[in-house]
């Protein structure tokens, strides 16, 4: 690991901005909504189970359930409420989109090099959310928020920071085949 | 064609113990750093063709004919870590599309598991709202029958075929219930129902699942794994990753299939990478 450099750091903060912006926004949109006005939005994934609600809601906030909509359960006892509404994601969705952003912050700031190293630590990030998840599904226990929070931060983050390496290895490879073929 | 590193024998002096050796250089060095078998100590060689003793370092004097060492040579690149890293980056794509399309994923990949004979075990736990037990119970699930009784509201079902099954569960004065469970191949599927007092029927979807967002992580796998093949660096980066692309699944588990053929490759043609420890480095 070491500095960046700051002129490298740009391209870095072209995909971290959007990401801090999204999460951002997913605090924002239940404080932009009237007070008690979402209060249940549990179904399954990869339906829009809400759709009603949603479309109801005023733009950008509709885009933003609408999307949590699909992507995410939405169970209302795994989410979490802020104004009296529930988050476009549940707690584990929220932790991870935040923790991809630290990860690309992270990546703002700093070099990783694609090794086996750092495959190492990404694998051991996703050990928690795996057994979590895993037992979860099983139904060998019911986990809490808290963990829930703790699982999906950690693994967002490394998630972050492996996107950030992604983009630099890409990034080099396009150099060094641009310098060659000068 | 074998490469071929010419190296010159020649004889020093330790400037310690005066001990008189033999040493090999390669042709054209012009310093060398030596180390004297009889005290270990650590000491420059100044080629030279006037050969004197200097405060630098030891004088070495050419000794007998030159003569040629003969290393295996890299092998050859192919395409193979090439193939491997598109495979990767398909994966890549398809772990992506699962990730969005989740439900339609469950659905394909259980029924070409259940194509295959695979067969699950489920266990349904039935008491009222207040944990007491429901007399006069029915217990059914789909494409299978009745389920056994065996005891304290338990009900379970061998050789259950894998997927999305709905259980219908009827009893006098209790609302009907109709559950969808996911039946798996390996563990039982366990659910817990609880009964309501009243007439009527609740279908309640399968929603065990979580969220689909959780399935990015794999697909980054692949794509790490898809830049070291692709560079040809870190055999156990690219393996590792392939390994854990596996678990990007994918419509009819064409993703698995596809990280276990690149990880085939990658495997085959891991004197291709340059890492320094399951490569070749000269």
Redesign the interface.
Same mark, same amino acid.
């Given at each position: 690991m070491e500095r960046r450099e700051r002129s490298s750091s740009i391209i870095m903060l072209v995909f971290f901005i959007p990401l801090i912006i999204w999460s951002i926004i997913q605090f924002i949109a239940p404080l932009a909504l009237p007070a008690n006005s979402v209060d249940d939005l549990s179904?399954?994934?990869?339906?829009s189970d809400n759709k009603e609600i949603i479309d109801s809601m005023p733009a950008p906030w509709n885009t933003v359930y609408s999307i949590g909509d699909?992507?995410?359960?939405e169970?209302a006892e795994r989410s979490f409420f802020i104004n009296g509404n529930q988050m476009p /994601?549940?707690s584990? @969705?929220t932790a %991870?989109w935040l923790g991809l952003a630290i990860g690309l912050g992270f990546m703002v700031f700093y070099k990783i090099k694609?090794?086996?190293k /750092?495959? /190492?630590v &990404? %694998?051991a990030g996703?050990v928690p959310?795996g057994i979590d998840?895993v037992g979860? &599904? /099983?139904?060998l226990w019911e986990s809490t928020n808290l963990i829930r929070v703790i699982t999906g931060i950690i693994?967002g983050i490394v @998630?972050g920071v492996? %996107?950030g390496?992604?983009i630099d290895?890409?990034k080099e490879?396009i150099y060094s085949k641009k310098t060659q073929s000068n | 064609m074998p490469a071929v590193v010419n190296l010159i024998k020649g004889r020093t002096k330790c400037p310690k113990c005066r001990h008189e050796f033999v040493l090999d250089i390669s042709d054209g060095e012009k310093r060398h750093e030596a180390v004297c078998p009889n005290c270990n100590n650590k000491f420059s060689v100044i080629v030279s063709d006037s050969p004197t003793e200097t405060e630098e370092g030891s004088f070495w004097v050419e000794h007998g004919e030159p003569r040629k060492t003969i290393l295996s040579s890299r092998k050859q690149k192919t395409r193979k870590p090439k193939i491997a890293a598109v495979l990767l980056i398909c994966v890549f794509v398809i772990g992506l599309s699962t990730a969005v399309y989740f439900e339609i994923f469950i659905e394909s990949s259980t029924y070409v598991t259940s194509f295959l004979g695979v067969k699950g075990t489920v266990d349904i736990h039935v008491t009222d709202k207040s944990n007491n037990s429901v007399y006069n119970l029915t217990v059914e699930i789909e494409d299978f029958g009745n389920l056994k009784k065996t005891g304290n509201g338990s009900y379970v079902a061998n050789n259950v075929e894998v997927g999305i099954k709905e259980i219908k569960i009827h009893a006098p004065g209790y609302v009907n219930i109709t559950q969808e469970i996911l039946v798996t191949p390996f563990f039982t599927s366990y659910q817990d129902i609880k009964m309501e007092k009243g007439v009527g029927s609740e279908t309640n979807s399968f929603d065990l699942t979580g969220c689909t967002f959780i399935l990015i992580i794999f697909p980054i796998f692949a794509l790490l794994a898809a830049i070291a093949s692709f560079k040809r660096v870190h055999f156990d980066a690219a393996a590792i990753c392939s390994i854990i692309s596996i678990f990007a699944f994918g419509f009819f588990m064409v993703g698995s299939i596809l990280s276990i053929i690149a990880f085939v490759i990658i495997f085959k043609s891991k004197e291709e990478f340059d890492d320094g420890k399951k490569g070749k480095v000269f």
């Open positions: 179904g399954v994934t990869g339906i699909s992507l995410c359960h169970k /994601f549940c584990r @969705c %991870i694609l090794d086996e /750092f495959v /190492f &990404l %694998i996703i959310i998840g979860q &599904l /099983f139904g693994v @998630c492996a %996107i390496v992604i290895e890409i490879m | -």
